[in-house]
């Protein structure tokens, strides 16, 4: 499965972003998606996760700003974050569950600063 996440950029303290992450095949198929993090010195860290029954799941500090939805006709997962915190400042990697199998994409960066 390839994935292809996009979204990130510059955003100011309490503003809005959302990103996109774009399956090569169809998510109806993949166990679980979800949305990581990683800043600069630290381990990459769960954000939240959508399993294939729509079960979410999502990281304390995250939990009622963000939300992570899906699209399978479209085969996207999205991850809606609002009031935004420069302690968000992160690079965020899309990645995908299937069975065994952990599929990564390629991070996008998000920056909150004013």
């Known amino acids: 499965v390839q994935l292809q996440a996009s979204g990130g950029g510059l955003v100011q303290p309490g503003g809005s972003l959302r990103l996109s992450c774009v399956a090569s095949?169809?998510?109806?198929?993949?166990?679980?998606m979800g949305w990581f993090r990683q800043d600069p010195g630290n381990q990459r860290v769960l954000v939240a996760a959508i399993s294939e029954g729509g079960s979410t799941t999502y990281a304390d500090s995250v939990k009622g700003r963000f939300t992570i939805s899906r699209d399978t006709a479209k085969n996207t997962v999205y991850l809606q974050m609002n009031s935004l915190k420069p302690e968000d400042t992160a690079v965020y990697y899309c990645?995908?569950?299937?069975?065994?199998?952990?599929?990564w994409g390629r991070g996008t960066q998000v920056t909150v600063s004013s």
């Open positions: 095949e169809s998510i109806s198929s993949i166990n679980a």
């Open positions: 990645l995908a569950d299937r069975l065994t199998q952990r599929f």
